[in-house]
T-cell receptor, first 112, second 116 residues
Framework: AQSVTQPDIHITVSEGASLELRCNYSYGATPYLFWYVQSPGQGLQLLLK??????LVQGIKGFEAEFKRSQSSFNLRKPSVHWSDAAEYFCAVDTGRRALTFGSGTRLQVQP | GAVVSQHPSRVICKSGTSVKIECRSL??????MFWYRQFPKQSLMLMATSNEGSKATYEQGVEKDKFLINHASLTLSTLTVTSAHPEDSSFYIC????????????FGEGSWLTVV
């Protein structure tokens, strides 16, 4: 069965600093990969997705993610974090057969 | 705009009563919808897969008699929490797979249920 690991439960960065959120997946083939962001009390917003092709994917709000097959990773990055980026971030995989499988999430705090 | 709509966004009910949450796909027909539950500061846990015209498939540990799922049409799935208890208070999110749109999964806005 597929699984998703987000090793960092909580990350704090200073505003303007760069950000990288880690995501590793376990699946026999290459799944579809997603990053979602969730603000407190809100639903999920899709940041970006990887289906195939270019392994560097650009998303909304200045985020990007890189798929690395050899590492089974799909890390999310942003060169300069804004205070409004503080939220919970979820990595998810879709094997095409059923529902998305989510990681446990990483809570991002942004210091002024 | 949203392609999957959930209603209500927030609901408060008394213990022992039942509450229904609706999930609608607005721009496409969804043969499969999914219901998730999210406790505060936790990830989304899949509860069940809702299949149009047939019985839902429940994940292990989810009480099918308590969480009734009906997928009577290609654009509507409902989740009914029966005989609600305070421990059922949670954030419930539905999603739907668009078979004609690259099989992309879209999420609803979520529904906050508080049982008092």
């Amino acid at each position: 069965a597929q699984s998703v690991t987000q090793p960092d439960i909580h990350i704090t960065v200073s505003e303007g600093a760069s950000l990288e959120l880690r995501c590793n997946y376990s699946y026999g083939a290459t799944p579809y990969l997603f990053w979602y962001v969730q603000s407190p009390g809100q639903g999920l917003q899709l940041l970006l997705k990887y289906f195939s092709g270019d392994t560097l994917v650009q998303g909304i709000k200045g985020f990007e993610a890189e798929f690395k097959r050899s590492q089974s990773s799909f890390n999310l990055r942003k060169p300069s974090v804004h205070w409004s980026d503080a939220a919970e971030y979820f990595c998810a995989v879709d094997t095409g057969r059923r529902a998305l499988t989510f990681g446990s999430g990483t809570r991002l705090q942004v210091q002024p | 705009g949203a392609v999957v709509s959930q209603h209500p966004s927030r609901v408060i009910c008394k213990s022992g009563t039942s509450v229904k949450i609706e999930c609608r796909s607005l721009d496409f027909q969804a043969t499969t919808m999914f219901w998730y539950r999210q406790f505060p500061k936790q990830s989304l846990m899949l509860m069940a897969t809702s299949n149009e015209g047939s019985k839902a498939t429940y994940e292990q540990g989810v009480e099918k008699d308590k969480f009734l799922i009906n997928h009577a049409s290609l654009t509507l799935s409902t989740l009914t929490v029966t005989s609600a208890h305070p421990e059922d208070s949670s954030f419930y999110i539905c999603s739907a797979r668009n078979p004609d749109g690259g099989n992309t999964i879209y999420f609803g806005e979520g529904s906050w249920l508080t049982v008092v």
